[in-house]
């Protein structure tokens, strides 16, 4: 038999013979970057697609639209730190909850009245928004 012997050998537990795996390939992406290059149609200044679009994206920001600042923010600064509690809530969080439970139950009938009153207002007015 002709061949090299360690081709023969099993790949040692928890070893992979393939440690990057399949390339993956995103042929939409692909085209999608390759587009965003070329010149936009008829714009006297050449600009790209990827040029006009964040030009579109600042100008809805700039005009107070609240997701497009958002996508541009996180495009420029990486988005913003999350953290993730598991196993349940953090000692900050726990004597957090209860000092707000402490003070809510200080609250008298027309102060408690006078916040549900505020709260139903802004859930109107955010349903409103949204439609």
Known sequence: MNGRIENLKPWQPGQSGNPGGRPRTAPITELLRELLQKPYPGDKQSRTYAHKIAEAMLKRASQGDVRAAREVADRTEGRAMQSVIVGGECENCREDREQRAQALSELTDQELETIREI???????HAAHES
């Open 119 to 125: 709260l139903e207002r802004s859930a109107r007015a």
